[in-house]
């Protein structure tokens, strides 16, 4: 194995001990030495290490990831169960760190459509963040959806958020 190697899977040890002073510079230590395949223990680390120091010095992390490998890494997060009680605070990352999820539209609304209020709020922000706009055949995808699951969702509020991102959508079709 290679030294970076190494050290990830040093990084990943840390990350997942169960002191807090490890744990906390051990988060400190991805920002310098992480990749995208450390997301998931930065994340276990940040949110479900019950260190409060963790949780400040994990979101500093997650919110200025400068890799854009990582998009595929927490959209899977942000699609999967584990981290339910997080999604608004990881799909703030996204758009937070600026990273560039333009070419995962259908990925994000399908994470809004079984998302909570404050999720879709955050879903909502990258895609209105992205500058390219989207092929039309993706929009009207995307649109539809949302269309066919607006009947299942019984919060008034949601339905009203997801409306209007069927709205933001269609009105960013590029060219």
Request: proline share 2%; charged share 25%; no cysteine.
């Amino acid at each position: 194995m290679s030294v970076d190697n190494n050290k990830l899977l040093a990084l990943q040890k840390d990350l997942t001990s169960s002191d807090k002073d490890v744990v906390v510079k051990a988060i400190k230590e991805v920002a310098e030495h992480g990749s995208p395949a450390i997301i998931n223990h930065l994340l276990s680390a940040t949110f479900k290490s019950g260190f409060p120091e963790a949780l400040v010095e994990g979101k500093k992390i997650l919110f200025n990831i400068k890799d854009n490998g990582a998009v595929d890494v927490l959209l899977d997060v942000l699609k999967g169960d584990e981290f339910i009680a997080f999604k608004s605070e990881i799909a703030a990352s996204i758009w937070e760190a600026g990273l560039n999820a333009e070419d995962r539209l259908i990925d994000l609304v399908e994470i809004a459509i079984t998302s909570d209020y404050m999720t879709i709020v955050e879903v909502t922000t990258i895609i209105e963040n992205i500058e390219t706009g989207f092929p039309f055949d993706e929009v009207t995808e995307a649109s539809l959806i949302i269309s066919e699951h607006l009947h299942e969702v019984e919060d008034e509020s949601r339905i009203a958020l997801l409306s209007s991102l069927a709205s933001t959508l269609n009105s960013m079709v590029s060219d």
